[in-house]
């Protein structure tokens, strides 16, 4: 079939990556077979309270065994790549690189011939928030960089073992979230709850090794240059909730606090932004702390780090109207000091954060536009949970249509009106899946997944159907299926 050859109505390049996305510890399943050590997700998700629904990861998709009938899905969508993640405690159960499993080897090395063998290009996710339980329990994790050769350990065996194969990869998943969510509120694993200085310390040992692992694939393992490596930022838009100056100025604030915080590092001068060394340093100052919480780079570092990208990965999903708000306490929200809503005409979702807001993947494309100087894009995630959870309304998900339609949209526009240099687009995802804290009760999926059933069955919503007609029209097909628009909504 072509792929991407041809005319493009649309105006998007006939190359644009068209995709789908999971994670390892999302699909798996399989937690201890085969020699699979445990990660800190195994612990976190088997202690009572921490997951919504009391479930867990230790089956989820069940991928482990039933990867060749995700192959068949992604073959019949007609994706250009595949984005998922590599287990480190699955290929390292100790995490170290003296432990590799050769059966863990074997189970990607499968998923990567079988894509080739399809005409689909792998991208390979090293780290996607399942860090080996024994790291965190013998380094504390993100929080101490002694972990940092660890992980370019952990890298580079991946280098030597898929690089021949492998071209495009990412070192790690939204940062944000496994500093903030992991290290600062403890909403996910490792659960630690360490308010003002956790955050920070985690991304400041995640930047150090991105950037170790970053040079070390260029300078040993991309020696025909024909790879790319980078790492995935999660941001949602700040629009200012109202026209004052006071408002722009916040939700300028909370975009450089959220994105700017990891982005500003690779992508500007490989320092944070002024906002947050000001901000942070002038509360540090007046809570009589001789130094502020949030950890310095050296000029060496600095160097280091800056420039650590060949693209820019960005997971977005929707929009938050800010407003300025004064905040008291040692915490990285209230560092930010601004307060966050929705719009009540926005439309929702099965998520309580995910409002759909199609016009912010245009204002945030724009914004990385101008504030990096135009970096090729890959769009690594967007998607929508869903709000219907009868059965067979499910499959008839036009809300999930819509989703898509609105956001893919306003990428295009981005692309062809404001010329914002976006290469790719990441769908998530392919198939409902274990959503961490919110275990199975949000489900992203373009498939849906059968959880109660032991044979893990696999059903086409009719998203897939659609941005399957996306991925042929590249871009937003002319005509849509009747039955797509004659669902009520209810
Ligand atoms: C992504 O994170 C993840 O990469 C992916 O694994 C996940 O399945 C997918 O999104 C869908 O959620 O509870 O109000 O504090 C998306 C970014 C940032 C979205 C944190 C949820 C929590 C908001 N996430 N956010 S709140």
């Known amino acids: 079939q072509p792929r991407g050859e041809g005319p493009s109505a649309s105006g998007l390049p006939s190359d644009f990556l068209w995709g789908v996305a999971t994670a390892a510890y999302q699909i798996e399943g399989a937690w201890k077979e085969d020699g699979k050590g445990p990660s800190i997700w195994d612990e976190y998700s088997h202690k009572p309270g921490n997951i919504d629904d009391g479930s867990n990861g230790d089956v989820a998709c069940d991928s482990y065994h039933k990867w060749q009938e995700d192959m068949e899905i992604l073959k019949l969508m007609r994706v250009k790549h595949y ?72 890298a580079e065996v991946c280098f030597k073992t898929f690089g021949d194969q492998v071209k495009h990869w990412l070192t790690f998943n939204e940062p944000w979230c496994v500093s903030v969510l992991g290290y600062e509120v403890g909403q996910m694993a490792p659960g630690i709850k360490l308010a003002g200085t956790g955050a920070y310390r985690a991304a400041h040992t995640i930047l150090k090794a991105h950037a170790e692992v970053y040079h070390m694939y260029h300078e040993k393992y991309n020696t025909d240059k024909s790879g790319k490596i980078s790492i995935t930022l999660n941001s949602d838009w700040s629009e200012p909730k109202t026209k004052t100056a006071e408002d722009a100025e916040a939700a300028e604030r909370s975009q450089q606090f959220s994105l700017g915080w990891f982005a500003h590092p690779v992508y500007a001068n490989g320092d944070y932004p002024d906002v947050m060394k000001w901000t942070v340093g002038n509360r540090s100052k007046a809570e009589n702390l001789n130094q502020s919480r949030l950890p310095e780079f050296t000029d060496d570092e600095k160097a280091r780090i800056k420039g650590t990208f060949d693209f820019f990965g960005l997971n977005t999903y929707s929009t938050n109207l800010i407003t300025g708000a004064k905040t008291t306490g040692a915490g990285y929200f209230q560092d930010i000091g601004v307060a966050s809503s929705k719009d009540p005409k926005w439309k929702t979702s099965g998520s309580s954060w995910l409002t759909v807001v199609p016009w912010g993947m245009r204002r945030i494309l724009n914004w990385i536009k101008q504030q990096y100087s135009n970096p090729p894009v890959i769009i690594t995630e967007n998607g929508i949970s869903d709000r219907n959870t009868t059965i067979p309304g499910i499959y008839r998900d036009y809300w999930r249509i819509g989703y898509y339609r609105g956001y893919i949209s306003n990428m295009i526009d981005a692309v062809v009106k404001d010329k914002c240099n976006v290469i790719g687009y990441t769908a998530w995802s392919v198939m409902d899946n274990f959503e961490w804290s919110r275990g199975y009760s949000e489900k992203f999926g373009m498939y849906h997944v059968n959880f109660s059933d032991p044979q893990r069955p696999r059903t086409p919503k009719e998203s897939s159907v659609y941005y399957s007609m996306i991925i042929k029209a590249n871009g937003i097909p002319k005509y849509t299926p009747r039955s797509f628009h004659v669902v009520d909504e209810n």
């Not at 003296?98 to 863990?104: D, E, P, V, Y």
């Not at 996710?125 to 350990?153: A, C, M, R, V």
């Open 83 to 154: 984005r998922f993640s590599l287990s480190w405690p699955r290929l390292l159960p100790d995490g170290t690189k003296g432990s590799l499993n050769t059966k863990a080897v074997a189970y990607y090395m499968n998923i990567i011939k079988a894509l080739k063998d399809n005409g689909i290009i792998p991208l390979i996710t090293l780290y996607h928030w399942d860090l080996p339980k024994t790291l965190q329990d013998k380094y504390g994790g993100w929080l101490n960089e002694s972990i940092i050769p660890l992980f370019k350990d952990y």
